[in-house]
């Protein structure tokens, strides 16, 4: 099933009233939901809350608190996602894996071969976002993570925001992620990096800058993936060796 975002405010003693046209349209136009059946939903403090609805009358639904509890769909650390943006959809799987995956955010980085132009990945951001934000509604997530605005690798690797940032490379590396990940914890709350390419690969220019930063770069294997397939891969493994 899937949950429904709403607001605190919104919450009256036992009972909830969803009045935003968006739900509101979803729940009973698209979904066709009656009066009796349960609904998910979640507040901006991320407290879950089991409901029956009540009423639907005068495009407001009115629905009963059953049980209410603190989400626990989220990961223990926090993981972005550096990815240099692909066609079509591709791109549109990333968005929708890596929310299911639990990164915090995505970074759409404009590389030296990257498979979009520059002002039409500067469009698409918008629509990532919303891919994003019902992939979160699907997979029950506590959080919407957020697709930030195009930028380029020197940027996202001199905001001093992360703990740690690792480059995945299909060349130019004998060094996989999976001994990495065996070797190094993680710990709670530690902001995670990952940085992946285009189809093209990263070019020499980028893989300088890595080595200057003196960021690990790691491989997946001998297999030769696609870029997508690479960020699910990726995103799968970090998720399984850092999991509880």
Known sequence: MPHFFIKSVNIND????ID?????NHIV???RAKEGEELLLI???EIEYKTVIKSIIDKKIVADIITSEKSNRDLPYNLYLAQS??????QLTIMEKATELGVRGIYPIYTDNCALKKTVAIQKVEKWQKIMYEASKQCERANIPTCYELTDLNTVLNNGKFDRVIALCERNTNDSLKDYLRNNSVKDNENILLIIGPEGGFSQKEFELFRTKNLPMLSL???????????IVTLGNVVYEFGE
């Open 14 to 17: 036992s009972q909830i009233i």
């Open 20 to 24: 935003d046209a968006e739900n509101y």
């Open 221 to 231: 294997g001998n297999l030769i993936l696609k870029a997508e397939t690479a960020v």
């Open 43 to 45: 507040d901006e403090n």
């Open 29 to 31: 136009k698209s979904l």
């Open 85 to 90: 943006p692909l066609r079509s959809d591709a």
